[in-house]
């Protein structure tokens, strides 16, 4: 019978890290991109603005965790998409104690408005308050994370009410991607791929007039690789002409 090796003395004593999840949440709000964070209200860096999260418990999983640490800030049932984003390292970024951290993507439909706590609000991402730690960069980092996949999945159903106009879907991802979207490129790309459906209904005018509009849902709710090459690219600038 093999014998087992002995146990490494210095291994059994090196220090491990601690594991933390955290969520980056995103809402389009009032024309653009907003983020859910806390203000911390005790040192390191109090009056901060942290990431929801918290510690991973004996025997959970990172989604099991995550998810029961954003139930303290938000109603998890109005996600409408979570997902792993990335895992910091770092030993340094937290002067606690040596902590890995996985974030995660989470979305949120922009006709919700979901009760929080006191200490909890939606902030824009482009004028994003103090940040504590490295949760400013883990913000722009999810920020890019949607921004891809909004060029080459569905998740514009993640952002988007159930049912929309497409100028109200066109604003939805201008401020998800942060530059101008012309509606008729968004409806040749996303119905060219099938992503839409008509729902039969029709949004009449605002006062500035015009013809009532056609409203769409998106075909499916989940997920789905649509074009893994594709790129929403801003509008070229003009020449001036």
């Known amino acids: 019978m093999e014998r087992k090796p002995a146990a490494d003395a210095t291994t059994a004593t090196r220090p491990r890290p601690e594991q933390v999840t955290l969520a980056v949440v995103f809402q389009v709000r009032g024309g653009r991109l907003?983020?859910?964070l806390w203000?911390?209200?005790?040192?390191?860096q109090r009056g901060f603005w942290a990431l929801p999260g918290g510690y991973l418990d004996a025997g959970e999983t990172?989604?099991?965790?995550?998810?029961?640490?954003l139930a303290q800030k938000v109603d998890v049932r109005e996600l409408s998409h979570l997902e792993q984003l990335e895992t910091r390292s770092d030993p340094g970024r937290d002067p606690r104690a040596w902590q890995l951290a996985t974030a995660y993507l989470g979305l949120v439909?922009?006709?919700?408005?979901?009760a929080l706590p006191g200490d909890t609000a939606w902030q824009s991402v482009d004028a994003l308050p103090p940040a504590a730690f490295d949760h400013g960069s883990i913000v722009l980092a999810g920020r890019e994370r949607l921004r891809a996949k909004l060029s080459y999945t569905n998740a514009g159903f993640a952002l988007a009410p159930a049912d929309f106009t497409?100028?109200?879907l066109r604003d939805v991802y201008a401020a998800a991607?942060?530059?101008e979207v012309s509606t008729t490129n968004l409806q040749r790309v996303l119905l060219r791929?099938?992503?839409l459906e008509p729902t039969g209904g029709r949004r009449e005018p605002g006062r500035s007039g015009g013809r009532p509009a056609a409203v769409y849902r998106?075909?499916?709710?989940?997920?789905?690789?649509?074009?893994?090459?594709a790129v929403l690219r801003p509008p070229a600038p003009s020449n001036g002409r």
Do not use: C, M, W, Y
């Open 166 to 168: 497409l100028s109200e």
């Open 34 to 36: 907003h983020v859910l």
């Open 39 to 44: 203000q911390r209200g005790r040192e390191p």
């Open 62 to 69: 990172l989604e099991a965790s995550i998810r029961r640490h």
């Open 218 to 229: 998106f075909r499916s709710r989940k997920l789905e690789i649509t074009d893994q090459f």
């Open 193 to 195: 791929r099938r992503l």
């Open 109 to 114: 439909p922009s006709d919700l408005d979901p």
């Open 177 to 179: 991607l942060g530059h």
